[in-house]
Each structure stands twice: as C-alpha cells, then as structure tokens.
C-alpha cells in the first residue's frame, strides 16, 4: 500500500495550477522588476497580479499585501513591525503593552518575549481545555497602554478556531491593533477581512498548496509598521530585497483556487474528516477522544486522544500513514517536549503522549480514509491487547 498523507496542516502538496504558473519564470522570465524594458515588465506584471489574486482571496485590494517568504516573517514582521511604528510615535517613555494567546506559533509568542525583553509589558490570555479563548478574558486583559493584540485564528494541533470577529470587536474602543495568524484557515474555511474587522493578518504559501518560501501579510489601509530590514524599494519598503516571482506567481495561482473553491472545499474536508472519526469510533469505540468536539474546529482537522496508547508508538505500527505529532522528540537526550497547544489547554507530558493530530487536504480520497482508519485502528489494537 502507497503512504496515505493526513499531515495536510504541516504542509501541503503544490497545486498542479500553482505549478503551471511558475515554470515562465523558469525560463523567459527571469528579469528583475523594477526596470523600464519588456521582460521586466512582464515579471513586474505576474507579480501584481499574483498580489490581486491574493488580495481577493480575503476580500482587500491588491495596495494591502505584502509579500513575505512565509508565515514566520509575517508574523513577526506585523508584531515588530507594528511595535517600531507604536515607539517611533511615542512623544515621551510609558509601558506599551502587547495581548496574545497562549496558544500562538512561536514567532508570535517569540516575537512578544523579544518586546518584552525590551520594556513591553506580555498579558497571555489562557483558553479553556478546547482551545477556545473566550471573548471575556480577553476583555479583561485589555489596558490603556495596550497597542497590540495578537490571536491566532485557527490551531493546527487541535483545530479549534477562534471566533475572531468577536474578539477584534474589543480593540476598536481602545485604539489598539488586532492582528490575527491566519497560516491555518485558508483552503478550509472562508475569510473575509471586512467581517473580521482584523488590521493585520498573516499568510503563509506552504499551508494553502502554494510553494514552500512565500507569504503574505495583509495591513489594513491607513495602519502603519515599520520595516524590520533595511536595503530597497521593494513592497513599499516594507520587506526589502528581491521580490521571489517564481513563489509569487504560484501563491497567486493557489489564492484563485482557494476563493474559487471556498464553500465546496469546506463541505469535502468536512464529510472526509466525519468519515475518518465515524469509522474509528465504529471500531474503537470510547477508546478514542476527539479534543475540541464541543467547539468550532476547522473542517478538515481532528485532534485525538488514543486511549492512553503512545501515539508514537502506534503510528511505529502504522508505517504507512503519515500523521502529525503535536509532541516533539529532542534527538539527543529523547526528551519529549508538548507544543504551545498542548501546554495551553493543559494536558499532562503522559497525556500528549497519546495525541495524534490528523489532517485532510484536497488531494485526500475517500479510500484513503477508509483505509487509514483500518489500518489506525489495528495498529491501537495491536498494542492495546499486547
């Protein structure tokens, strides 16, 4: 039997169209934008398309989007960038202040401790045992000073989306910035900046079959960050240095797929991933634990508890499904460590030991379902009863 991909969350394959857009820039164009001759022309026209294209996917104008090499610059690129703006304006020395999750990515959460190092008071707002943060919490960590706040809009471990709009309701009385990590959503469910009320969202190419090394962040017209890097004229300044057309214009060929695609991608993923839990709980019954089955999760992502069988080890017997582990193995001292979402909903090392996190995607079948639950299911068996 072939490998069975389920991992789409971690990254996913390049989409056949993606693909078609890129290879002109293998070839004939090859000129750096910018100048005043055919060829550079035609690179400067791919890219500005590709930046309409991506700018529709989420409901802005093509004038928001700037384009980044993935997530983790956008992401830190908005949280730094909207802090050097915030300080450059600061007319005399006080405590700025920065809300995020304690389910944020790294670069977010990174970025926040780099603030904080540098004067900035970090309030961490907690979510409940499902991921989800409540609206209220969120209230109450919001001060006068506050200027940023940053909530990741879906999880990729447990799947649990945030009901953003809700939450970016709460700055616009305080004057603060609302960004949002959005590198899990697109693809699976619909966005729409102007419902969001967002002032800053992040993309990322390798998370919606785009390549790898390309994303985007979006800035609301009107709010002002400042570059983290300094060299040339590029994204307005923002984001200096080449701009990489050849990711540019397979990013933008996977946004028209995504915003063409919306609702029925949405209504797929979602009967794959009821499948996979109907099979498995058919056959396992109580054994198996869904984390977030009592709030909104993303339509394609199923986060589960096995039973108290190490995940690791049942995914050793099940060689042929490609699973993601929300608990990552030093290689050295084999010291497991849980990733932010575990720690944040509060599951103990033992417990995430048992955590598999499975993902849908487009290129997903009905079969493979059918199969990797058999096969997931034998594998829990196997060691249950050893």
């Known amino acids: 039997m072939r490998p069975i ?9 390049l989409a056949g169209a993606a693909r078609q857009a890129m290879l002109p820039f293998l070839d004939e164009h090859y000129a750096l934008p910018g100048h005043p001759h055919w060829q550079s022309r035609a690179v400067e026209e791919a890219i500005e398309d590709a930046r309409a294209s991506v700018a529709s996917m989420i409901g802005g104008v093509a004038s928001e989007i700037v384009f980044t090499s993935g997530g983790t610059e956008s992401n830190n690129l908005a949280i730094l960038g909207a802090a050097r703006a915030f300080e450059s304006k600061q007319t005399r020395r006080v405590k700025q202040h920065i809300v995020l999750s304690s389910l944020e990515h790294g670069p977010v959460s990174l970025a926040a ?10 309030t961490r707002v907690e979510c409940n045992r499902e991921g989800y943060i409540d609206p209220g919490s969120l209230g109450k960590a919001i001060r006068k000073s506050t200027r940023l706040i940053s909530i990741q809009y879906a999880n990729a471990q447990l799947g649990t989306v945030q009901d953003i709009a809700s939450l970016a309701r709460l700055s616009r009385p305080k004057n ?3 960004h949002t990590d959005a590198t899990q959503v697109f693809g699976k469910i619909e966005v729409d900046i102007d419902e969001l009320g967002i002032d800053l969202l992040s993309i990322s190419g390798h998370k919606m079959y785009a390549p790898k090394g390309i994303g985007a962040l979006y800035i609301r017209s009107g709010v002002l960050i400042e570059s983290l890097l300094f060299g040339g004229w590029e994204e307005a300044g923002l984001r200096p240095g080449m701009n990489n057309g050849l990711a540019i214009a397979g990013f933008g060929a996977a946004a028209q797929l995504v915003k063409a695609g919306k609702q029925e991608s949405t209504e797929r993923l979602l009967e794959l991933k009821d499948r996979f839990l109907q099979l498995l709980e058919e056959s396992l019954g109580d054994s198996i634990q869904m984390i977030g089955r009592d709030t909104k999760t993303l339509p394609n992502t199923c986060c589960l508890r096995m039973g108290g069988i190490s995940a690791q080890a049942i995914l050793a017997k099940a060689s042929e499904l490609h699973i993601g582990l929300p608990i990552a193995y030093h290689s050295i001292s084999d010291a497991a460590f849980r990733t932010h979402a575990l720690n944040a909903i509060q599951l103990t090392l033992e417990e995430a030991r048992s955590v598999l996190c499975v993902s849908v995607g487009w290129n997903t079948t009905r079969e493979e379902i059918d199969d990797a639950a058999s096969i997931l299911s034998e594998a829990y068996r196997s060691l249950f009863t050893a």
């Open 113 to 122: 401790e780099s603030l904080e190092r540098n004067g900035w008071e970090v």
């Open 176 to 178: 603060c910035l609302f």
């Open 5 to 13: 991909y389920l991992d789409y969350n971690t990254t996913t394959p």
